[in-house]
């Protein structure tokens, strides 16, 4: 059953807030909003904290159009993938409450492919999910350049059964939420570094996950929860086993 974490509300200020802008970190709610700004809410178990903006330039607003826009794996940057397969990072700075300016993340074209659905950030690098459930990962050679992808050892992820919703990568596992609102993951049997091997799928909650309800604005993973945003901004968390 589903946990009303009580608090401020989220992404609820005004300017609109894609539902794949807003992203989980350590002990925050991070929210990319369509002008480009960058606010966090604190948040623990069962609260969440006022918004507090990290001033600096617009983020995916500007330059070729974004094609995906992600939270670097230690919550440090934001990685945007534009159409053509760039990598362009912002630092961030929870403390001193501050946005760095874009700088490029060299190497190959990411995520361009028409059939490439989705980048997750790993402790090595960049992983791509396609739409044949394939994961392509591009590794780090150092934190401002990556290499070619190589192909996971994995079952189709996401492919097959009721349509996929939400597909997230959490910790040593992929989750999936499909239209019935069933959460099913895939747990991690080897390293990204040794081919990232994933099992095939098992229910991770007994919950019925954003279906019903006011309808959600985003749905994210954090830590051992998924957390539904819905459109009055209220956060209802959903445990994982």
């Given amino acids: 059953m589903a946990q009303h974490w009580y608090g401020a509300p989220v992404a609820s200020s005004g300017v609109h807030v894609r539902h794949d802008r807003v992203f989980?970190?350590?002990n925050h709610i991070v929210v990319v909003n369509d002008n480009g700004e960058v606010w966090a809410h604190p948040v623990s178990p069962g609260s969440?904290?006022?918004?507090f903006q990290?001033?600096?330039?617009?983020?995916?607003?500007?330059?070729?159009?974004?094609?995906?826009?992600i939270l670097d794996k230690n919550h440090s940057r934001i990685l945007v993938i534009n159409a053509a397969g760039e990598?362009?990072?912002?630092?961030?700075?929870?403390?001193?409450?501050?946005?760095?300016?874009?700088?490029?993340?060299?190497?190959?074209?990411v995520g361009h492919a028409s059939h490439d659905l989705e980048i997750y950030a790993t402790k090595h690098g960049l992983a791509v999910r396609?739409?044949?459930?394939?994961?392509?990962?591009?590794?780090?050679?150092?934190?401002?350049?990556?290499?070619?992808?190589?192909?996971?050892?994995?079952?189709?992820?996401?492919?097959?059964?009721?349509?996929?919703?939400?597909?997230?990568?959490?910790?040593?596992?992929?989750?999936?939420?499909?239209?019935?609102?069933?959460?099913?993951?895939?747990?991690?049997?080897?390293?990204?570094?040794?081919?990232?091997?994933?099992?095939g799928a098992y229910k991770a909650s007994n919950d019925a996950v954003a279906v019903g309800g006011v309808p959600a604005k985003a749905v994210v993973p954090w830590k051992n929860y998924i957390l539904v945003i819905n459109q009055a901004g209220e956060v209802w968390a959903h445990t994982l086993h």
Avoid: C
């Fill in 24 to 26: 989980p970190a350590k």
């Fill in 48 to 51: 969440v904290g006022g918004a």
């Fill in 54 to 69: 990290l001033p600096g330039p617009a983020v995916a607003v500007h330059g070729v159009p974004p094609k995906f826009v």
């Fill in 87 to 109: 990598v362009w990072a912002h630092d961030l700075d929870f403390n001193s409450h501050h946005t760095g300016n874009a700088y490029h993340v060299q190497g190959p074209a």
């Fill in 130 to 199: 396609n739409a044949n459930g394939e994961i392509w990962v591009h590794h780090y050679v150092n934190r401002n350049a990556y290499g070619g992808a190589s192909k996971m050892n994995s079952p189709a992820i996401a492919v097959h059964g009721t349509p996929s919703r939400y597909v997230f990568k959490s910790h040593r596992r992929f989750i999936v939420v499909n239209t019935a609102g069933e959460v099913w993951a895939h747990q991690r049997t080897a390293g990204w570094d040794h081919g990232g091997n994933f099992a």
